[in-house]
């Protein structure tokens, strides 16, 4: 069972900028990424990077957002810009394993992001 450890949320002004990261107790991995969920809204895909280093993001965020992938520290971080108040919710790290995601996917407890106008 992988362990994901969630850092960097936070409150922030609008137009302004946060950095989440997410350390992965296990290296080999097919798929990580970030999602969020809003209260009152399904959880939906933010970015998610895979281990041969290709990225996708959510139209919402293209332009603002970058994922990379930190092998030496085994971290994933996602690095906001521009943020607007409908970014606020809460960030989820994702881990799939080198199964890849459809054997399951591994959630951190999530990390509050939060942007005022």
């Known amino acids: 069972q992988v362990q994901l450890v969630e850092s960097g949320g936070g409150w922030v002004q609008a137009g302004g900028s946060l950095r989440l990261s997410c350390a992965a107790s296990r290296s080999i991995f097919s798929e990580m990424g970030w999602y969020r969920q809003a209260p009152g809204k399904q959880r939906e895909m933010v970015a998610t990077?895979?281990?041969?280093?290709?990225?996708a993001y959510a139209d919402s965020v293209k332009g603002r957002f970058a994922i990379t992938h930190n092998s030496a520290k085994n971290t994933v971080d996602l690095q906001m810009s521009s943020l607007k108040p409908e970014d606020t919710a809460i960030y989820y790290c994702?881990?799939?394993?080198?199964?890849?995601?459809?054997?399951?996917?591994?959630w951190g407890r999530g990390t509050q992001v939060t942007v005022s106008s």
């Open positions: 990077i895979t281990n041969a280093g290709g990225t």
């Open positions: 994702s881990f799939c394993s080198e199964n890849g995601c459809y054997s399951g996917i591994s």
